[in-house]
């Protein structure tokens, strides 16, 4: 592959490129008239697009990913485009580490190698077709190309190894889609083939990807299309009847403006909702700490979310009435904290007190969430099912061996059922420091537990995200008190959203 300078390529077809002003919410129109915007020289139809949808087995988000297939599948059938060709990562490669995609790439231009373009996108992002067609008429198939809506780190961090930021290196934004052309990915699936992947964790896969893409200078930089947008709407479209849609089409023939958007993407910014949140008498807040830490840390959480909690418990070493903590007889690691964490798996089932509870959250004392957004997502998923909540890390994918696991840093959340499922049939750890979550990971895959990624999961601190993501995200939690202000961290994020449901709650009694 050869380097493709970003100027250049920006020159060529009159685009911005890098620092992409964020787009207002309500501004995408999937059935808006595109052909008044500029077409380019390359014919490109339905045809010549693969349709790729980074989807998960796990309820709901399975449901997500049908409803973006779905209506692809209905934009290009009422207005004729074309039978589009649309696949679910997890119905077409299975479940465990197709999410990663380096080990997808080779299979995927194998099997439609007639494809000029693949556009890849979340379960949640929606795509007008019409417009990605006119975009994508501007440009060769038969070079290396790489779009997407680019981020970028405002310094190092520990969730991209702590790549170096001044390199002036810039990723996707998968919420907004991601687009190759089939000479890159040829490129790049010959390169997978020749050599694997040097890639043990996948943490942030869209970093990740544009890493190996870019192979050290000697590849392809993202070039970033300000038509490929996130945050610009605020909730999921409902589905609409083919007769609907129409009656769309022929209102954006006939009410164009110099208002429409430029947008052909379009990616969600609140929390999705599925119905009236989980109430707090379902849901047991689960606290790890120790002793040393039951001063500045477990402080914190009582300032902050801990305050909004109707549940709480803190498990440590040792038993401090001021807090009140529970111990649970496992002496302070350093390092994981397996033993202390199925200490508390198991009396979540076996102790009378925990009963009630639907659902357990698991969080360490350093971690900052917001109860009324966890609680909210919470809607989103049965109690009854076996399913692990947060955010999805994976192990050992592109060797073919792996397995995926949540962060506990950000917050597991199990539903009774998976707790059950995982207690009953033996898994344990083998060391009492072992890392928790692995171990959990190794298990859910052995015994087929779903695990449900959450992007609004974070493992790190805020600074450690990029800007323009964060930006359209309506996050969850975070993790970390070094070198930030929690109690700020929380303030800026959680507070206003935990103070008014607790307000709501008031007001309904």
């Known amino acids: ?14 685009l911005a490129v890098c620092c992409v002003p964020a787009v207002a919410a309500g501004t995408f129109n999937p059935y808006q008239d595109f052909s008044s915007k500029p077409h380019g020289a390359f014919n490109v139809t339905v045809k010549d697009v693969l349709f790729v949808i980074r989807s998960q087995a796990a309820l709901p988000h399975r449901q997500w990913a049908q409803q973006v297939r779905d209506d692809i599948i209905q934009q290009t059938r009422v207005q004729e485009l074309g039978q589009a ?14 999410w990663t995609m380096l080990p997808v790439l080779p299979k995927i231009f194998r099997e439609y190698s007639s494809k ?9 992002t929606r795509v007008s077709v019409t417009g990605l067609l006119v975009l994508l008429s501007r440009f060769s198939s038969d070079e290396e190309w790489f779009f997407g809506k680019t981020l970028y780190d405002q310094e190092a961090t520990i969730i991209h190894h702590f790549h170096n930021p001044q390199s002036e290196f810039i990723f996707p934004d998968f919420d907004a889609g991601w687009i190759l052309s089939a000479t890159l990915l040829s490129s790049v699936a010959a390169r997978i083939q020749k050599e694997t992947p040097k890639v043990d964790f996948s943490i ?16 392809l930089h993202l070039t970033g299309l300000p038509q490929m947008c996130a945050g610009n709407i605020d ?7 083919d007769d609907q849609v129409r009656q769309r089409v022929e209102e954006g023939k006939t009410k164009r403006s110099k208002s429409d958007s430029i947008c052909v993407t379009a990616y969600p910014k609140s929390l999705p909702r599925c119905g009236s949140a989980v109430p707090g008498d379902d849901v047991l807040f689960a606290v790890k700490t120790c002793e040393k830490f039951h001063r500045d840390r ?10 909004f909690a109707q549940h709480l418990v803190y498990f440590s070493d040792k038993v401090d009435e001021s807090i009140p903590t529970v111990e649970c007889g496992v002496p302070n690691t350093e390092r994981g904290h397996c033993a202390k964490t199925f200490i508390i798996l198991e009396k979540f089932l076996s102790e009378k007190e925990y009963e009630k509870f639907k659902w357990l959250v698991i969080a360490d004392d350093d971690t ?11 809607s989103c998923y049965k109690a009854e099912d076996p399913v692990i909540v947060g955010e999805r890390y994976g192990y050992g994918h592109v060797k073919g061996h792996g397995y995926d696991y949540v962060t506990g840093g950000g917050g597991m959340v199990f539903s009774r059922s998976a707790v059950e499922t995982l207690i009953s049939n033996g898994c344990k750890c083998s060391k009492i420091d072992d890392p928790d979550d692995m171990i959990i990971g190794m298990c859910a895959k052995r015994y087929d537990v779903p695990i ?51 307000n709501e709650s008031h007001d309904e009694l």
């Open 452 to 502: 449900a990624h959450s992007p609004l999961f974070h493992q790190a601190r805020p600074a450690d995200y990029a800007k323009g993501l964060l930006s359209h995200q309506t996050p969850v939690s975070f993790h970390k008190h070094w070198n930030v202000d929690p109690v700020r961290v929380y303030g800026d994020w959680f507070r206003q959203s935990d103070e008014q449901s607790r």
């Open 368 to 378: 900052i969430l917001s109860v009324a957004h966890l609680e909210q997502l919470l």
């Open 235 to 241: 909730h999921s479209p409902l589905p609409l009847t």
């Open 1 to 14: 592959m050869h380097r493709k300078l970003l100027t250049i390529a920006a020159l060529t077809v009159g």
């Open 85 to 98: 060709e649309v696949i679910l990562l997890h119905e077409k490669y299975g479940r465990h580490g197709q």
């Open 298 to 307: 477990v402080s914190v959480v009582k300032k902050t979310w801990g305050n």
């Open 204 to 219: 942030d896969v869209k970093h990740e990807l544009a890493l190996y893409i870019w192979n050290e200078e000697g590849g």
């Open 116 to 124: 000029k373009w693949f556009f890849f996108c979340e379960e949640d």
